[in-house]
């Protein structure tokens, strides 16, 4: 059986959009804010990634509402307060399918305020 991928935090959609045109058989599901929604839905249709199902969720706030194989964190954690991060990674990992597994990626941030990269 195959389970729905999370990409946590998914922006615009472009990692989820990668995977799935990789691994078209994937169920492949973004959780990104509220806010977000209408953006990525919109880039990822755009982009051919009409299958990929984006919700809305606050992830600090209250756990995933579906079982996930593999959470995606991407540049998730690395903005948030180490407290936010810890409860996100709880929430997160309360989703996991047995044997599931969340993957934390990072990317090199600018500090706007400091003009400097931040590793």
Request: proline fraction near 8%; include cysteine; hydrophobic fraction near 45%.
């Amino acid at each position: 059986m195959i389970y729905p991928r999370a990409h946590v935090g998914g922006g615009s959609g472009g990692l989820a959009l990668s995977l799935h045109t990789i691994y078209p058989h994937l169920k492949i599901n973004v959780a990104e804010l509220p806010s977000q929604v209408p953006v990525a839905r919109t880039l990822l249709d755009e982009a051919g990634g009409e299958s990929i199902y984006v919700h809305g969720c606050d992830i600090v706030e209250s756990p995933l509402s579906l079982c996930y194989d593999v959470a995606i964190l991407r540049a998730v954690l690395q903005v948030m307060p180490p407290a936010h991060a810890e409860k996100t990674i709880r929430n997160v990992a309360l989703f996991l399918n047995p044997g599931g597994c969340i993957i934390i990626m990072h990317a090199p941030l600018l500090s706007i305020h400091k003009n400097q990269l931040i590793h």
